[in-house]
């Protein structure tokens, strides 16, 4: 018997609309993927963050151990200034001494040839009168009203008295002579107390220079350790954040996980083989960002300044001032803005779950959502160092894994500030 038709329209509208509506897996499934995407991303935040913390907590210890470093040096060099001021005292009381001693000597030696002067004279007129009165002979006897014997005697004790005197005048000169000398040594001794005070103040003088260098870079390293500690403060506060959204994520996977039995069968999709249009194709030949000196290599425990330690995600490249700095790769932006402790940062999607990342610019040309080619002018960079370290940061990423980004580009571009691992 034959169907009519009409029968056969009736039965086959509902199984058409029913073919029609889309499974409800799939849109759970584009959901669950879209979240699993997000949770990678936020996890690979949440390393970043917490690497950063890690160094800033290494450059706290390096500030405090410089810190400590240098409050010793300033009371070792304080001690030492204390020391220098008190030989300077001391020499300089003796100094005083040796003055007062030398003035003391100049009176004395005053009053000695005042002395010797006075003596002198005195013995001049003796001198005269013994040469008039001249030797006794019978006139004198006969006219002098004293007897022969108190002539003798007179005579006797006149010349006594001359040779007294000049004995006098002899000690006056040895006297002189050794106040003199006396004299001559304390001016020597004089001398060599002034030329050792001016060497003691020369070193009193380098070491109050060398107290205020102290005192100046102590100043830098406790400011270097505030920011530190500020910068320490704010990325556990993102991470913290990081952390409430990860779970929020992880819930709202959860959430999802069961509505769908195919959902592992999509967690296992792997993406399409490489072709001649896509980033593997160019792997090695790509242009890097900027153009320089590579200064800190990938996976090396690279030291930056003030002799912190970190592992490379990828290079540091000291450009020419004012550099532009150049997409990798053709691409979308995926992040432009300012990453603490980074500076200012572009992420560009490449698709493939392959990334490209450039730090420290000076300023971005490009924002989030906008699609960048090859080559295309994204940001300049000048000569600036950020906290983590100097000249353009640019790493190459599959998914949260990063990769070597000197395996990426044209390392004939680059001069390598040091040797590569390998």
């Known amino acids: ?170 000690q006056f000169r040895e006297k002189i002579v050794d106040l003199t000398k006396r004299r001559a040594n304390l001016q020597q001794e004089k001398t060599e107390l002034l030329g050792v005070i001016v060497e003691i103040k020369e070193q009193e003088q380098r070491l109050a220079e060398t107290r205020q260098k102290r005192a100046a870079l102590l100043g830098r390293v406790q400011t270097e350790k505030k920011l530190y500690q500020r910068a320490l403060h704010e990325m556990e506060e993102a991470a913290g954040k990081l952390s409430t959204t990860m779970a929020q994520l992880e819930k709202a996977d959860d959430a999802a996980a069961a509505v769908s039995p195919r959902q592992e069968a999509v967690k296992k999709t792997k993406a399409a083989a490489p072709d001649k249009t896509n980033i593997l194709a160019r792997k090695g030949q790509l242009s890097p960002p900027v153009t320089g000196t590579v200064t800190s290599l990938f996976g090396r425990q690279t030291k930056k300044q003030f002799g912190i330690t970190s592992f490379g995600n990828g290079i540091d490249i000291k450009p020419e001032p004012n550099a532009k700095i150049l997409a990798v790769y053709g691409g979308r932006v995926v992040f432009a803005d300012n990453l603490r402790g980074y500076g200012k940062t572009m992420i560009i999607d490449h698709g493939q779950q392959y990334y490209s990342l450039v730090s420290r610019a000076s300023r971005l040309l490009k924002n989030k959502g906008d699609l960048v080619k090859e080559g295309e002018i994204i940001g300049s960079i000048d000569e600036a160092s950020g906290l983590l370290g100097e000249g353009l940061h640019f790493e190459i990423r599959h998914g949260t894994k990063a990769e070597n980004p000197l395996r990426w580009v044209n390392n004939a571009m680059l001069t390598l500030g040091a040797n590569e691992d390998k």
């Open 1 to 170: 018997m034959r169907t009519p038709p009409s029968r056969i329209v009736f039965w086959l509208l509902p199984l058409l609309l029913l073919l029609s509506i889309p499974p409800a897996g799939q849109n759970v499934l584009a959901a669950t993927k879209n979240i699993e995407a997000q949770i990678q991303k936020e996890k690979k935040n949440i390393e970043r963050i917490e690497a950063g913390i890690k160094g800033h907590q290494q450059k706290l210890h390096r500030s405090e151990d410089e810190e400590h470093n240098l409050l010793a040096d300033l009371d070792t060099i304080e001690t030492n200034l204390q020391q220098q001021r008190s030989k300077i005292g001391g020499l300089q009381t003796d100094l005083n001494h040796h003055e007062d001693t030398i003035h003391s000597l100049q009176e004395e030696m005053g009053k000695v040839n005042a002395a010797k002067e006075g003596l002198k004279g005195h013995l001049e007129k003796r001198l005269a009168s013994f040469y008039r009165m001249g030797s006794i002979g019978y006139m004198n006897v006969i006219f002098s009203t004293s007897s022969l014997p108190d002539l003798l005697n007179f005579q006797e004790y006149f010349r006594l008295l001359l040779h007294h005197d000049h004995q006098m005048i002899g």
